[in-house]
């Protein structure tokens, strides 16, 4: 099965989106779709990513990377049934492929919750290491929102159209750490998602309450990228593979 019979069988298509968020998308670089969580989807996992940085401890995030002021977690997919749900919905496929087509695989599935009391603060940057072309995009990215997103608990800033400028962040900005002016807080109810062109100019801000603002992240990338965040071939139990759709080995690449 290819990534494109996997899309088609689990029912992407360009219609799940309006011609309206689609033309938002492709402006901004970023799309808000409410709802796509349950409430109790929600709350089973604040519960489960707890756990799960509670049984990892220090070594939580070793998959991928760990970053100081957060609790990062990786390898997703292989902790628990429910992270099936975050590479397989249609709705965010369908924005994810209008970004970087069909040919597609996932690169990573993670969680970042910025820690209370200020901490969390990212510099504004992108997450592919090249500038590239406007329209040649390489990487989208999902966020799911476990926790309401707000201005007081660090909900991710964004500057809209910057993913068609064609530069770096660190190229332009004297200061990546500061807020430009034209920047637009990500404010939402935990259930929703937020699709976003990882070209895009963003960054988590610091977390001025007392309680951590938990999101996942479903990173695809245009299959055989130069640059793959998790092997998930390797990193899946044997398990886990058993238990996946075919679909979601396929678009995981981990067949």
Not at 53 to 67: K, M, Q
């Amino acid at each position: 099965m290819t990534s494109s019979e996997a899309l088609q069988s689990l029912g992407v298509h360009p219609g799940l989106l309006s011609t309206n968020e689609r033309s938002f998308l492709d402006e901004n670089g970023y799309l808000p779709l409410d709802g796509i969580l349950t409430e109790d989807e929600v709350a089973y996992l604040r519960n489960r990513l707890d756990e799960l940085a509670e049984i990892e401890g220090d070594a939580a995030g070793n998959e991928l990377h760990r970053e100081e002021g957060t609790t990062r977690l990786a390898n997703l997919l292989d902790k628990d049934p429910l992270f099936e749900k975050f590479i397989t919905t249609p709705r965010i496929l369908a924005g994810i492929t209008h970004v970087i087509g069909t040919d597609i695989q996932l690169s990573s599935l993670s969680s970042r919750a910025a820690l209370p009391n200020g901490q969390g603060q990212q510099g504004l940057h992108t997450d592919w290491r090249e500038a590239v072309p406007p329209g040649n995009y390489f990487v989208c990215n999902a966020v799911w929102l476990i926790d309401d997103y707000t201005e007081e608990n660090g909900g991710t800033r964004v500057i809209p159209g910057s993913h068609r400028r064609g530069e770096l962040p660190q190229d332009v900005l004297k200061d990546c750490l500061a807020g430009p002016p034209d920047q637009v807080i990500l404010s939402g109810r935990a259930g929703s998602v937020v699709v976003f062109n990882s070209h895009l100019w963003h960054g988590g801000r610091a977390n001025r309450t007392s309680a951590p603002r938990r999101g996942v992240l479903s990173y695809f990338v245009r299959r055989g990228a130069s640059y793959i965040q998790n092997d998930h071939k390797q990193l899946l139990s044997n398990e886990t593979k058993a238990c996946l759709s075919t679909e979601a080995l396929t678009l995981a690449a981990a067949l």
